[in-house]
């Protein structure tokens, strides 16, 4: 176990020494690698735009109502062979907060792509 432990520890120092004295990478050559690449003309924007954070958040907002109502769908098919009150109470209580959730973003305008 220490045998291998120890070759292990070797390689993962050994090769990347290996690969410094082999390849020697000219300063150029990273300059290039980090440029945008559109048919050999120059680009027309920056390569590193800045991220757009209203993008983010509605996309999380998507994923967040996605889930939830995937998670509705199996309730649903059970309340169906169940018709309970506790159940429908739950489902009701579940929608509601769903509602609110989608009020509250309305309100603040978190939908709003401009």
């Known amino acids: 176990m220490l045998l291998a432990l120890s070759l292990a520890s070797l390689i993962t ?3 990347p020494l290996i690969y ?22 120059e680009p027309m924007t920056p ?19 996605d889930v939830e ?4 769908f199996p309730y649903l098919s059970n309340n169906i062979l169940t018709l309970s009150f506790t159940y429908s109470l ?5 929608c ?9 973003e309305w309100y603040n305008s978190m939908l709003d792509w401009c």
């Open 69 to 72: 109502s995937v998670l509705l």
């Open 13 to 15: 120092f050994i090769l």
């Open 96 to 104: 509601l907060i769903l509602l609110c959730g989608l009020l509250y």
């Open 47 to 65: 390569p590193r735009r800045p991220f757009s954070v209203r993008f983010f958040l509605l996309v999380v907002l998507f994923l967040v109502f």
């Open 20 to 41: 410094s004295l082999i390849f020697k990478t000219s300063s150029a050559s990273k300059i290039n690698k980090l440029t945008s690449f559109e048919c050999g003309f």
């Open 90 to 94: 739950n489902l009701y209580i579940f």
